[in-house]
Structures are given as C-alpha cells and as structure tokens.
C-alpha cells in the first residue's frame, strides 16, 4: 500500500500488510505523527514538509485518475 502526496506527487508512506489500512494507520506505521499538526492544519512528514491529509490518496486510486507516481 503507497499513500500518495497528491499536491507533490511524494510518497508518504510504503506499507506491505495483509489486511486493509486506513491512511491515518499506513503513514503511522512509518512513523508519522498524526497527533500534532500546525496552526492550519498540516501534518509533517518523515522530511520535514508539511502536507494535508485531504491531499493523501492511495497509490492505486492515484493511478487511476491518471497521475505519474515518481
């Protein structure tokens, strides 16, 4: 399972499970703190840079919708 930045086009998160994930649990399981955010919002990933959950998407709906996953 890839979430997906959709405003960059960045892979959050890379998860291999065998059960379905929400994607609050796929960027918690590669250690993402969901519990703080900023004063509009936005989230910080592995990196250092903000993003909005409402941007994240799984990868395969991603591709559907005919993006290019870097």
Same mark, same amino acid.
């Given at each position: 399972?890839?979430?997906?930045?959709?405003?960059?086009?960045?892979?959050?998160?890379?998860?291999?499970?065998?059960?379905?994930?929400?994607?609050?649990?796929?960027?918690?399981?590669?250690?993402? @703190?969901?519990?703080?955010? @900023?004063?509009?919002?936005?989230?910080?990933?592995? @990196?250092? +840079?903000?993003? $909005?959950?409402?941007?994240?998407?799984?990868? @395969?709906? $991603? +591709?559907?919708?005919?993006?290019?996953?870097?």
């Amino acid at each position: 399972m890839k979430i997906i930045n959709t405003a960059n086009g960045k892979i959050l998160s890379e998860v291999i499970t065998n059960h379905r994930m929400s994607i609050e649990e796929a960027l918690e399981a590669v250690g993402i @703190d969901l519990s703080t955010c @900023d004063d509009e919002g936005a989230y910080c990933d592995n @990196d250092g +840079e903000l993003f $909005w959950l409402e941007d994240c998407e799984e990868a @395969d709906t $991603w +591709e559907t919708i005919g993006y290019e996953i870097r």
